[in-house]
Structures are given as structure tokens and as C-alpha cells.
């Protein structure tokens, strides 16, 4: 073998198991990491764009980082299955933001989750508000899907996890 080859060799098997390790744990494009949201969350964004669509609205970007924050929570109220809240501290958990709002609550599913949503004044100015993105997370546990919808207006929002 000569000089040339010996000096060569190392750094292609280096370069071959870093090109296996990346093809073996596929990353996000946006995030970094991989984060799918769950059929219930597309569900509830689908809805939402949808209805936002025929009024001529903007359609909210899904956002996974947002997505995060707000299954947290879904996730807490399932654990403790004490009804629903909001979350008191979602302006710390959510960065780069300008403003935020929450429609949290539970139901048996999307179709009923959506409909007592639109049905609260409230929540129906926040899912047709002037907002740019919106993240969706959901839990389930005995019977019910507990959900927070969180919605923001201008920036790329992240929050202070080290996920996603």
C-alpha cells in the first residue's frame, strides 16, 4: 500500500460511519430532531386551517416547537385527570414570541374537541385570530383526549426545551 493510500484511508472509514450513523437517526430538516405530531393534533390543525379557509383567513402554519410546549401540558392534565387549565407559565416556556394565546380543554375525541372550541366565543376569536403559527398537542386517558392549541402572531416561536 502506498504512503498516499495509508493517508487516505482513515479519514474515509471515519466519513463512512458518520454517513451510516446519519442515515440510521434521520433529523428534522427544521428542528433538528424528529417530532411527528399525533393524528388527533393534525386533526385539530386540519379543522382549524379549514375554517380559517373559508373565511378567507390565513392558514396557520404547524409549528413543532409550539406543538411541544402544548402536548406538555395536554399531557400533565392527562396525568393528573383533574379536568383542564391553562397554562399559567406558557409565556416562559415559549420564546421569540410576540404574542401567544391557549384554547386548552378535553373531549372524546378531535370531532368534539373541535366543536366545543368553535362553540366558546373565546376560543372561536383564537382559532380565527390574526395569528401566524399554531402547535397542538394532545394526551389521552380514560376516555378522554385533553388538548391545548397554542397560537402565535409574527416570529418563528422555540421554547426553552432542549426538544424538539
Keep these: 500500500m502506498t504512503a498516499l493510500a495509508k493517508l487516505f484511508r482513515a479519514p474515509v472509514a471515519i466519513i463512512a460511519v458518520i454517513g451510516a450513523l446519519v442515515a440510521a437517526f434521520p433529523q428534522d430538516a ?15 390543525m386540519a379543522r382549524t386551517n379549514e375554517e380559517r379557509d ?49 384554547n386548552t380543554g378535553f373531549a372524546s375525541g378531535c370531532r368534539s374537541l373541535f366543536r366545543a372550541f368553535w362553540r366558546s366565543k373565546l376560543h372561536r376569536r383564537n382559532l380565527l385570530g390574526s395569528w401566524r403559527f399554531i402547535g397542538i398537542g394532545v394526551a389521552r386517558k380514560g376516555g378522554r383526549v385533553y388538548a391545548q392549541e397554542v397560537f402565535e402572531s409574527r416570529t418563528n416561536p422555540g421554547n426553552v426545551f432542549s426538544f424538539p
Design 30 to 44: 427544521h428542528s433538528g430532531v424528529r417530532y411527528h405530531f399525533r393524528s388527533t393534533e393534525k386533526c385539530l
Design 54 to 102: 373559508r373565511r378567507g383567513l390565513r392558514k396557520l402554519e404547524w409549528d413543532r416547537q409550539l406543538g411541544f410546549v402544548a402536548r406538555g401540558h395536554a399531557e400533565r392534565m392527562a396525568r393528573r385527570n383533574k379536568g383542564f387549565w391553562h397554562d399559567r407559565r406558557l409565556g416562559r416556556k415559549v420564546t421569540r414570541w410576540r404574542r401567544l394565546a391557549q
